[in-house]
């Protein structure tokens, strides 16, 4: 079993930067495959980016590639988002998963554990 808490969420303005972190418990996240994930009011949760297990494979959405960016620290258990040059279309409830694989995937229906989201504010 794993838990997933994000935090770094907030308000900000457009051009601004924020970085999420993720943090999370038991002793194989190293393992784990990191996605994360993202729902606007009103629209389907949509794929942000992933991270292997080692760190030397990421993906990224179209809409993100360039400005954000996916990390981790196994040493400390955590899986990070930076996000620079946000936009208000950014605006959404970010939510991390992991699921116990050597894959990349992008795809919400393959992971096993979320956090409960942290929500990003871009105004305009």
């Known amino acids: 079993q794993v838990q997933l808490v994000e935090s770094g969420g907030g308000l900000v303005q457009a051009g601004a930067s924020l970085r999420l972190s993720c943090a999370a418990s038991?002793?194989?996240?190293?393992?784990?495959?990191m996605g994360w994930f993202r729902r606007a009011p009103g629209k389907e949760r949509e794929f942000v980016a992933a991270?292997?297990?080692?760190?030397?494979?990421?993906t990224y959405a179209d809409s993100v590639k360039g400005r954000f960016t996916i990390s981790r620290d196994n040493a400390k258990n955590t899986v990070y988002l930076q996000m620079n040059s946000l936009k208000p279309e950014d605006t959404a409830v970010y939510y991390c998963?992991?699921?116990?694989?050597?894959?990349?995937?992008?795809?919400?229906?393959?992971?096993?554990?979320w956090g409960q989201g942290t929500q990003v504010t871009v105004s305009s």
């Open positions: 998963a992991a699921r116990n694989t050597i894959l990349l995937f992008t795809t919400p229906s393959n992971y096993d554990y």
């Open positions: 038991g002793r194989t996240f190293k393992s784990y495959c």
């Open positions: 991270i292997s297990w080692s760190g030397g494979s990421t």
